[in-house]
């Protein structure tokens, strides 16, 4: 009989699917249980069941996992940052590892290649440079925190919790957190409700770098008439903590919940703050502003980047097209070993920033142009190339950049993905004329389901 909503089974946990749930198969077939690990033998409670898989969450662990252990962070199962803080780390990465080949086998199509080593995070606590905390109002004022998870088979805005401890994050980090959660809560402002389109107080973003520069970006509803609270929030963090680089404030009117500001407000402090990256004897320095992307594991970001110097096997002679720059991260760090890197991004703010990193690192082979991908006249626009990086949102490279690359036929793509399984969709578009020769997982993100991944595709 097949699996019925509610049914109690059990099973054996034989590995971790990417989301991060444990992956076992009762008569035949693949049933993914919330909470369940790689070696636990598990009771669990059928929540959805279809033709083909089950999804089902743990109600008991019959035996234990032996990589099973402790988690660190009293918050662990309530909040949505960590997912998998109770499996080994050296389990984990391994576990990626297996995501990353399995995806390109069976999504990508492809046989003959090198799956490299992983990379694990050389930092496994306290690594990320970056928080997007969330405001949340209820009935006894305004909350802000992290993202709880949502019980298997809810759907919506997780509600948020009011975090005490984040082993994540710097220390630092949350104590600016709690000194704006009692000035908030003090401020008689209510925080942004999406559905009602009304409130003030929406995001605070704090990000720390590696030669310790601190930025606090606020981000609250366009309503001028209560700016004068944030600035007063923006003195007081200030006057706390004075190793604070800059404040900023901004402004967004779009109900979307993307931890962005669109209007600058006010400003404390500087424009910007300084990022610092190595690997091996290689060393760049970026500006970031408040909206900036960058990696949130800088000790990471170093794996990352070094892979894909690695990879890309550089004599000094090559021309580099970096597509999906950003800030020119990647383009920058590559810049000492190649002859020239063209960076596209659509963010004229981004590609403001990647020029003044050029600049800071005393570059003059490099280039940055503000262009959309998605638009016909820039792919035309492309120039000829013997390298191509991309490193696309996680949606992964749109159907005509894909044909434009595969028009502009460089000899090698470096392609770096946070979504494994994207990538293994775009390295099937892209087989009519690349081979896929190597890859590797990197983990930048400890304790949560997420990996990023460096390719390397030749010209066949």
Not at 147 to 166: M, N, Q, S
Not at 196 to 225: C, K, Q, S
Not at 254 to 259: D, F, K, P
Not at 419 to 446: C, G, I, Q
Request: charged share 25%; with cysteine; hydrophobic share 45%.
């Amino acid at each position: 009989m097949p699996l019925q909503k509610d049914d109690i089974i059990e099973c054996s946990i034989e590995s971790l699917a990417f989301g991060g749930r444990g992956v076992a198969h009762v008569d035949g077939m693949a049933v993914f249980v919330a909470g369940g690990l790689p070696g636990d033998t598990v009771t669990a409670r059928v929540v959805k069941a279809k033709k083909r898989f089950a999804e089902a969450v743990l109600e008991t662990v019959v035996a234990p996992s032996p990589h099973r252990v402790e988690p660190k962070c009293p918050h662990f199962g309530q909040c949505g940052g960590c997912a998998v803080q109770d499996l080994e780390y050296a389990e984990q990465v391994a576990q990626k590892a297996a995501q990353v080949e399995n995806a390109l086998r069976r999504i990508g199509g492809v046989e003959d290649f090198v799956l490299d080593a992983p990379a694990a995070s050389p930092v496994v606590w306290n690594y990320r440079n970056k928080m997007e905390f969330a405001f949340e109002q209820r009935d006894d004022g305004p909350h802000l925190g992290l993202r709880a998870v949502l019980p298997a088979g809810d759907k919506g805005l997780a509600p948020v919790l009011d975090i005490e401890e984040c082993h994540l994050c710097g220390r630092r980090d949350m104590e600016i957190l709690r000194t704006a959660r009692d000035f908030v809560r003090a401020s008689g402002l209510p925080a942004y409700d999406p559905a009602a389109d009304a409130g003030f107080w929406r995001h605070l973003v704090v990000r720390h770098t590696a030669l310790n520069e601190i930025m606090v970006h606020l981000i609250t509803a366009e309503a001028p008439g209560d700016y004068g609270r944030a600035e007063e929030l923006g003195e007081i963090l200030a006057d706390r903590f004075p190793d604070l680089t800059a404040f900023v404030h901004s402004s967004r009117a779009r109900r979307s919940l993307a931890a962005t500001g669109e209007k600058m407000v006010f400003r404390l402090g500087a424009r910007a703050v300084t990022e610092m990256v190595e690997h091996g004897d290689r060393q760049a320095r970026y500006h970031l502003g408040p909206n900036a992307f960058f990696q949130t594991n800088t000790a990471g970001a170093g794996e990352l980047f070094g892979t894909v110097r690695e990879f890309g096997g550089f004599t000094g002679s090559e021309t580099v097209l970096d597509l999906y720059c950003g800030i020119g991260a990647i383009g920058i760090f590559l810049a000492d070993a190649v002859k020239k890197v063209v960076g596209v991004e659509v963010s004229e703010e981004a590609v403001s920033k990647a020029w003044s990193s050029a600049k800071l690192n005393k570059l003059d082979n490099c280039g940055f142009t503000a262009a959309s991908l998605d638009s016909p006249a820039a792919l035309k626009g492309l120039p000829k190339v013997d390298v191509l990086v991309v490193d696309p949102p996680r949606a992964g490279i749109h159907e005509n950049t894909a044909k434009a690359i595969l028009a502009l036929a460089p000899k090698r793509i470096l392609a770096v993905s946070c979504d494994p399984t994207t990538l293994a969709r775009d390295v099937k578009r892209l087989s009519e004329r690349y081979a896929l020769k190597r890859a590797r997982a990197v983990d930048m993100f400890p304790h949560t389901h997420h990996v990023e991944t460096v390719a390397l595709l030749e010209l066949k």
